[in-house]
């Protein structure tokens, strides 16, 4: 009985919880149509902002729909006026080596650093897995008043930290020449 009824309110208060959110939405306006947006981890330019949902056009071109009640329940992120950008750092890795290990420690230099933001939360992705070695890449976030000089110097920094931490890093990292600028 107790699960119909969690159900059933579930049914009935997610939608109003959504329509009120989607009203306030409406009359506060804190991000509008093309704005590039963070909101509980996702990432994206706003498409259509609906009465119960917005949909996010995210950077791999897909449609997201995101529940109007996350914009006052989670942070919101108007990455278009905030003026940051994205650094992408590509290392290469052996295939021997511990995975999680090495996610906790490029997450304990990127917090050591403090022109990396904390939020949008970086991103750790495996591009490639080879015969010998593993490539990835790395996606913080700086101000954009601070993406010469961590452009500059973050990935030997980081290099650096890893060996200290005795993670063999291949011979085939380097920073990935497209930038992505995505507010100014």
């Known amino acids: 009985m107790n699960s119909l009824l969690t159900k059933l309110k579930t049914k009935v208060y997610k939608p109003l919880i959504d329509s009120c959110s989607g009203l306030a939405l409406s009359i506060l306006n804190p991000f509008k149509k093309g704005d590039f947006i963070e909101i ?28 109007n009640s996350k914009f006052y329940f989670k942070q919101l992120h108007n990455l278009s006026s905030e003026n940051i950008i994205r650094l992408d750092i590509k290392i290469t890795v052996t295939l021997e080596t511990d995975m999680s290990r090495l996610k906790s420690h490029i997450i304990e230099f990127l917090n050591s650093n403090t022109q990396i933001l904390s939020s949008p939360k970086p991103q750790i992705q495996v591009t490639k897995i080879q015969k010998e070695h593993i490539d990835l890449v790395i996606k913080p976030w700086c101000l954009l008043d601070d993406f010469l000089e961590l452009d500059t110097r973050l990935e030997g920094l980081l290099i650096k930290h890893l060996e200290r931490k005795s993670i063999e890093i291949g011979s085939n990292h380097s920073i990935i020449p497209e930038r992505k600028l995505m507010a100014s």
């Open 40 to 67: 509980d981890g996702q990432l994206g330019s706003v498409e259509n902002r609906g009465i119960r949902r917005t949909a996010i056009k995210t950077p791999d071109g897909s449609i997201s729909t995101v529940s």
